[in-house]
């Protein structure tokens, strides 16, 4: 691991993790909002640089309380102060889910992909809150540092960003469809971030058996998450190209590399089965997978494949209307062969 320190546009003096090597990189974002970042270290061979910041006023990073614009600016900061073109991808936790979507709104080009994981959605609910308090003590308490005065400040200022007008405009700049993720035994209500998925993506992907915190009680699954990632280009995706990236230097997670850079078979599991749950145990089955590793594979490809169904038909519908503006043209513009002009005996 190494330390980055970098400037903030406005002078000040931040600092971030970098562990692991290549030139593709993640940004992993955490919660709080204003804790230290905590998420973990990537497992030895990973094919990316991971870059983990102390936000402005937290940690290694001077400061102190500020909204999420100057929270957004910083990570321009750190894009740039590292030359990076953008993040291949970013992996936000719980508040940090929710500062990697309105930096991807913010700053489309800088994201080509986004992970966000057990975020809080776009809401302030009284049920909401009310079901949290009420399941907060049962909650492993990690002890991680946070500033009080940072968490206020971001926390206000995101209900603040939730309400603004062209809030879902914003959201629509955001080309690639993000990965939702919910941990199925985290006492937070799961349905903002459903709802969100359901605006946005198609469904949230669901790690069974897991809290909250599963990056630190099976950080395995937040590799799996992340690992499928890496590999895809930015632009339109490319069901075989995904894990040719990573399969040159990852061991660790190769059934699951295998399985994504195997597209057409995994599609045909899931047109051809029952319904995705059968896919996945076959995944489990057939390849050595453990179950949250299939379950990503799948969401991943199926979300290809209709991100590719939605290119064809955009482009079948492009077709349609250039044809349709060559039969509407004025005769006297036009003459196709076989067509008279009024008037012509």
Do not use: K
Not at 37 to 65: C, K, M, Q
């Amino acid at each position: 691991m190494t330390t980055h320190h970098f400037r903030a546009f406005d002078g000040v003096a931040l600092s971030t993790r970098v562990e692991g090597a290549g030139d593709r990189a993640v940004l992993q974002l955490s919660g709080g909002p204003g804790m230290v970042n905590y998420l973990p270290a990537p497992p030895d061979g990973f094919p990316a640089r991971v870059i983990s910041p102390d936000p402005r006023g937290v940690g290694a990073s001077a400061g102190g309380p500020h909204g999420l614009e100057r929270a957004i600016e910083d990570l321009e900061a750190l894009r740039r102060s590292l030359g990076l073109e953008c993040w291949n991808v970013v992996a936000g936790h719980s508040s940090g889910a929710d500062l990697g979507l309105a930096y991807a709104a913010e700053h489309p080009h800088s994201v080509a992909r986004l992970v966000s994981v057990c975020g809080t959605g776009l809401q302030d609910d009284r049920s909401w809150h009310a079901a949290y308090e009420a399941a907060r003590d049962t909650e492993p308490d990690l002890g991680l540092p946070y500033d009080e005065a940072v968490h206020r400040a971001l926390l206000d200022d995101w209900r603040r960003w939730i309400r603004e007008p062209d809030l879902f405009e914003r959201l629509r700049r955001i080309d690639e469809p993000p990965r939702f993720v919910v941990a199925e035994l985290d006492i937070r209500p799961s349905w903002p971030v459903a709802q969100l998925a359901s605006l946005m993506s198609e469904r949230p992907l669901v790690v069974t058996g897991v809290g909250h915190d599963f990056w630190h009680t099976h950080p395995e699954h937040w590799w799996a998450l992340v690992a499928p990632e890496v590999g895809r280009p930015p632009g339109e995706p490319d069901p075989g190209e995904a894990a040719s990236h990573v399969r040159e230097r990852l061991d660790i997670i190769g059934p699951l590399v295998e399985a994504v850079d195997d597209a057409h078979t995994v599609l045909d599991l899931v047109l051809g089965s029952a319904d995705v749950r059968e896919a996945s145990e076959r995944l489990v089955r057939e390849r050595g997978l453990t179950e949250i590793a299939a379950t990503a594979v799948l969401d991943l490809q199926v979300r290809r494949f209709a991100a590719r169904q939605r290119h064809w038909l955009g482009q079948e519908r492009d077709d349609l209307l250039r044809d349709l503006a060559e039969l509407t043209r004025p005769d006297d513009d036009v003459r196709r062969p076989g067509r008279e002009a009024p008037g012509a005996t």
